[in-house]
């Protein structure tokens, strides 16, 4: 399976974008799928996690409140609406899928997001 991801861009800071990662298959069953971030020099870190079984979510500190992470099951996509960008936000956003049994991880190729001053 492919995990294809969109919405990256350039924008303003205080400014909004949403980023969707679709799964190439439609039968793709995941245990959970969340969102990363990799800025310039950097570790990859956590941005949100969505759990599939009851829903729940979970963020990093730095953007609670901020955005939000949300699946839609029918058409098997992922999305992270982002609102008050900040410059700090700047990174290569990737999305991650834990499938369903085997707990194998599915990357997607990233997409950037670069907010400006």
């Known amino acids: 399976v492919q ?3 969109s919405g990256g861009g350039l924008v303003q800071a205080g400014g909004s974008l949403r980023l969707s990662c679709a799964a190439s298959e439609s039968t ?3 245990n959970a799928t969340a969102w990363y971030r990799q800025a310039p020099g950097k570790q990859r870190e956590l941005v949100a996690v969505i ?3 009851d829903g729940m979510t979970d963020y990093a ?3 609670k409140g901020r955005f939000t992470i949300s ?3 029918a058409n098997n996509t992922m999305y992270l609406q982002m609102n008050s960008l900040k410059p700090e ?3 290569v956003y990737y999305c991650l899928a834990i499938e369903s049994g085997s707990y194998l991880p599915h990357w997607g190729q990233g ?3 670069t ?3």
């Open 111 to 113: 997409t950037q997001v």
């Open 3 to 5: 995990l294809v991801e």
């Open 71 to 73: 699946r839609d099951n």
């Open 28 to 30: 793709f069953s995941t």
């Open 61 to 63: 500190g730095s953007v």
């Open 51 to 53: 759990y599939s079984g």
């Open 115 to 117: 907010v400006s001053s």
């Open 89 to 91: 936000d700047t990174a």
